[in-house]
Structure formats: structure tokens, C-alpha cells
Nanobody
Framework: QVQLVESGGGLVQAGGSTRLSCGTS????????MAWFRQAPGKEREFVAA????????HYADSVKGRFTISGNNAANTVYLQMNSLKPEDTGVYYC????????????????????WGRGTQVTVSS
């Protein structure tokens, strides 16, 4: 069993920055990709960014490209999300996820590609 725990976030002013962290515990012998998703009230969970360890390669949603940076440590099974130039529309609960099954690249942005999830951390951007 794998557990993921997110930290960071909170209340941030528009234009500001914050950094999210995600750590794992339990058996994580296979970790092909770690990602961040977010969910705003009344909306579906959406892809934000992913880090595939094989390249490593990074993937970003168009809405955050150039503002957010994903990084991490494969050996430590940790991933970070540096969020800059925040906008009110970035508000939501941010979830960390890990793919231990080895989904292909085409599935990187899909929630169904990830088999373990954290409980999420709230990010609120005030205007």
C-alpha cells in the first residue's frame, strides 16, 4: 500500500507564489510517474502537471505552462510543484498522484492512469 501526503498551499494573493510538496510512504518499488491534479468547487478534477521518471520528462496543462514547475526526486519518491504568478482561477484542492502500473505517455493527463492519490491540499488565490 502506498500513501501520499501533500503539504504547502494555503491562502495566496494573486500574482504571488507558493510551493506544494508530496511525499510517499509504503511500498513504492515501482514509480513511473508522479503528477498534480486540482479540483475547483463544482468542477471535475483536472490535470496540472506530471513528471515521468523515464526521461525524465515533464508535462503541463496549457493553463499553467510557464507559471508552474514540477520537480522531484525519484529515489525519494517525492514531487514538488512551484506555483508562480498565481491567478484566482488556480484556486482549488491540489492532489498528488502516482502511477505504479506504467501507463503509456498518452495517458499522462488522465486521472485513470494513477492508482494512488493523496488527500489533497487547498490553494486559495485571492484577487
Amino acid at each position: 500500500q502506498v500513501q501520499l501526503v501533500e503539504s504547502g498551499g494555503g491562502l495566496v494573493q494573486a500574482g504571488g507564489s507558493t510551493r506544494l510538496s508530496c511525499g510517499t510512504s509504503g511500498r513504492t518499488s515501482r514509480n513511473y510517474c508522479m503528477a498534480w491534479f486540482r479540483q475547483a468547487p463544482g468542477k471535475e478534477r483536472e490535470f496540472v502537471a506530471a513528471l515521468r521518471w523515464g526521461g525524465p520528462t515533464t508535462h503541463y496543462a496549457d493553463s499553467v505552462k510557464g507559471r508552474f514547475t514540477i520537480s522531484g526526486n525519484n529515489a525519494a519518491n517525492t514531487v514538488y510543484l512551484q506555483m508562480n504568478s498565481l491567478k484566482p482561477e488556480d484556486t482549488g484542492v491540489y492532489y498528488c498522484a502516482v502511477d505504479t502500473l506504467g501507463t503509456s505517455d498518452w495517458g499522462t493527463r488522465l486521472t485513470t492512469s494513477y492508482d494512488y492519490w493523496g488527500r489533497g491540499t487547498q490553494v486559495t488565490v485571492s484577487s
